[in-house]
């Protein structure tokens, strides 16, 4: 079966978070609701999301629009009809109705419903109808988020089931798992229950809400939202709908149903208008007092909002075993939790699947969990869990467990695809060096590089693992979510604060010196990234040899917002590719100006095609859909060299003042116009002197070296300045970049 088109019914939230997604897998859509100016503007508001869902504007212009009355002939073309109105049981049977009776024979029809089985849904459909009929569950946003359920039953056609589950793992590059059709699925069905369990506890402990996010959250390897911020986020009021249809759709003996039960404090938010982001705020809000925003957090037992106060449990890295070893609410808190979860979910094991891993990576795809319930018995450790957990009357898998004790129970992840992913290769590399902020794994003929700082942040110890690494072809790539969010501000300012600025240099020294050795050493170099790929993030991919990128990246030199310039690289490789262009071999000041324009602005592309343009990436660097797949390509290219040759040194010839006058006008007029303060007049012109060439001129050659060293020399005379120093600190505090 081939999916060359598709049609999408429905265009709110779900339809056209689908709809964009098979535009950017290159798939022409047409998306109807009930009126055309409904689908009209779905498709303007696709094509004005933040953050996109589009990962090319152009790409609108495979989605075609019209309404349900006079646009319906078009289903008798599409392979596929994807069904996403409104949760209403009535309204979905009328449409697989009119679906029916025009679709071409064999289509795929699926609805993306997130609480209706499918033997409701399709209890009018003939046997041979049903045979095509399941359940496509998408997740929200649907670009961003890597889950997709697919749910069948007994009558379905299974070869078709496979084929629908390859289209939409290679084309639309999700991670597809397919289910049962039992209520929630495998994500919510877990997922809602930890959120419920999360929150219980908490009342029951009496945690403050700060203070269960802060468990709930990042120690446990779970978005920093964690489960106060992400019902706000969700919509409290949303969220009691679906506690109410898990209500009714499990048996009275399911744990589920005491977890579910109305909590009064969350009615009478309701009542209020306090359901969330959306509402007058939720569990937290934005308040301005005396005209400055406070966030606040509501008092649990007072229900009055007070100013969020941080919590610092005192550990960044992911520990299971110390976080619920804790001798504090904390560490009673987190294993009251994670126990109660492990154990919610080994008890679904065989009913909901039979595929423990399956459950875990619907957590990690649909929850952005690091680890599912299941691997995280497996740090805690079998025995630990079993020395301390209570009854487990009725739960097959853990009876099981318990008696042969096996703490290697967990084998590989990613069961659910067939794609060699770096999550199955990983346990069976060889790890041969690591420290605080990487780890080399040797795999075959050649070594892999994971970084394992928060977002992947670079410090000394990440550009010593990929020195060291450099003795075999290199895999640059992670599991997590982010390449890299740049170098280590808090590192930087640690050093800066003591007033300590020759061990800056050091670092930013060895930095170049790894980068240069990633682009000459003998062996290739192919970095592989997703999610985050900034400042010093993207100076390791532009030195690198080959790049596989993921279509879902955000990637930039933004150093220029914390007042600095980028200096281990970035502005001398943009600019050679830069100085490669047909426009820059007619006039020598085309190219750093161009790049004065990129860096300056601190420009970010949200995906490879807006890479392009840019020069962040080349024409001949992979772009991919599928995450899974960036080991597996990363693979082959270096299958594919065996016989590489670094590439030559670069030369670059620059107009020294004459050009660096130009971008000193450009700078004076920004200044007028109140684009730029004071301290963005100096970070400018520091990057002027760097894309300039310093003092040089035209017929002088400048080697990648001088380069370098202008990078290094306006790199430190920033940070030493207090107005940079003042912009570093407050994004880290505020995560916002600071004019001055
Ligand atoms: P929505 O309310 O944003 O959009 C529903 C759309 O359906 C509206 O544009 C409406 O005009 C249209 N519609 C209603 N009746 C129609 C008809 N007879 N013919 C054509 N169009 C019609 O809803 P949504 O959030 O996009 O949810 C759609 C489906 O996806 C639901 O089944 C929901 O349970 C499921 N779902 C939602 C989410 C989510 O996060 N919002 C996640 C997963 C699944």
């Not at 689908?18 to 109807?32: D, E, R, Y």
């Not at 964690?226 to 744990?255: A, H, N, Q, R, W």
Request: aromatic share 8%.
């Amino acid at each position: 079966m081939e999916i060359k088109k598709v049609v999408v019914i429905g265009s709110g939230t779900m339809g056209s978070g689908i709809a964009a997604h098979l535009c950017n897998a290159n798939i022409p859509v047409t998306l109807l609701d009930l009126k055309t100016e409904i689908s009209e503007k779905a498709r303007e508001k696709i094509y004005n999301s933040r953050p996109p869902l589009l990962i090319d504007k152009s790409k609108i212009n495979n989605i075609k629009v019209g309404n349900i009355n006079d646009d319906f002939n078009v289903v008798k073309d599409a392979d596929w009809v994807v069904e996403a109105v409104v949760e209403r049981i009535d309204i979905k049977h009328n449409i697989y109705k009119k679906i029916f009776k025009e679709r071409k024979a064999g289509a795929i029809i699926s609805s993306n419903t997130s609480s209706i089985p499918i033997k409701v849904l399709s209890q009018n459909l003939s046997n041979d109808e049903k045979k095509d009929f399941c359940i496509t569950h998408f997740f929200n946003p649907v670009r961003y988020m890597g889950l997709l359920e697919i749910v069948k039953n007994e009558n379905n056609d299974l070869i078709k089931i496979n084929s629908l589950k390859k289209f939409c793992e290679e084309e639309m590059g999700k991670g597809t798992i397919i289910c049962n059709d039992t209520p929630g699925f495998l994500g919510n069905r877990v997922g809602v229950y930890a959120m419920q369990v999360a929150m219980t506890e908490a009342f029951k402990i009496k945690l403050t809400i700060e203070e269960a996010d802060a468990i709930f959250g990042r120690p446990m390897g779970i978005p920093k939202t964690g489960v106060f911020g992400l019902y706000d986020l969700i919509g409290i009021d949303l969220m009691t709908d679906v506690l109410k249809s898990f209500i009714k759709e499990l048996p009275e003996t399911d744990p589920f149903q005491i977890v579910a039960k109305e909590i009064p404090f969350i009615k009478t938010l309701i009542d209020n208008g306090y359901t969330g982001r959306k509402g007058k705020g939720g569990f937290y809000r934005m308040n301005k007092i005396d005209n400055q925003k406070v966030l606040e957090a509501i008092n649990l037992e007072t229900g009055k909002y007070l100013p969020s106060k941080k919590i610092n449990i005192k550990s960044d890295k992911v520990d299971l075993k110390s976080l619920i070893n804790r001798k504090d609410k904390y560490g009673d808190y987190s294993w009251s939790v994670i126990s109660k979860i492990i154990k919610y979910a080994s008890s679904l094991v065989p009913g909901i699947t039979d595929k423990f891993n399956d459950i875990d990576e619907a957590m990690r795809l649909g929850f952005n969990w690091s680890k599912g319930p299941f691997e995280m018995l497996s740090e805690i450790g079998v025995k630990n869990f079993f020395d301390r957990v209570d009854e487990i009357e009725n739960n097959k898998f853990l009876k099981s467990l318990s008696q042969t004790k096996n703490e290697n129970f967990y084998g590989e992840r990613q069961k659910y695809t067939e794609i060699e992913t770096l999550g199955k290769v990983k346990p069976t590399a060889l790890k041969i060096d690591k420290n605080d902020s990487a780890e080399i794994y040797r795999f075959k003929d050649f070594n892999i590089v994971e970084f394992t700082t928060k977002a992947n942040v670079l410090d000394y110890n990440s550009m010593d693992c990929l020195k060291k690494a450099t003795d075999k072809p290199l895999i640059i790539i992670n599991e997590s979510m982010q390449f890299s969010a740049g170098v280590n501000l808090n590192y930087t300012m640690n050093f800066a604060d003591k007033g300590d600025f020759k061990s800056i240099e050091k670092f930013i020294k060895y930095f170049q010196e790894t980068c240069k050795h990633l682009k000459y050493s003998k062996h290739p170099v192919v970095s592989a990234p997703s999610g985050l790929a900034l400042g010093g993030g993207e100076e390791v991919i532009l030195q690198s040899n080959f790049v596989v990128s993921h279509s879902n990246i955000v990637m930039g030199l933004v150093e220029t917002l914390v007042g600095l310039v980028p200096a281990g690289g970035g502005c001398k490789e943009v600019l050679w590719r830069w100085c490669q262009s047909d426009e820059a071999k007619k006039d020598p000041d085309f190219a750093p100006l161009k790049v004065f324009d990129i860096i300056g602005h601190a420009k970010t592309a949200t995906s490879p095609i807006e890479a392009e343009p840019l020069k962040y990436l080349r024409p001949e660097d992979k772009k991919i859909m599928n995450r899974n797949s960036l080991l597996a390509v990363s693979r082959k290219i270096l299958n594919e060299n065996k016989d590489f040759k670094a590439p030559e040194e670069c030369k670059f010839n620059l107009n020294g003042k004459i050009v660096r006058e130009k971008m000193i006008k450009v700078l004076e007029k920004l200044y007028n116009e109140k684009v730029i303060m004071d301290h963005g007049m100096e970070v400018g012109k520091e990057l002027a002197n760097v894309l300039s060439g310093g003092d040089t001129t035209i017929d002088k050659t400048l080697s990648e070296d001088d380069i370098y060293k202008l990078e290094l020399d306006s790199f430190m005379k920033l940070i030493e300045t207090p107005k940079t120093q003042e912009r570093i600190k407050h994004t880290l505090a505020t995560g916002k970049p600071l004019m001055n």
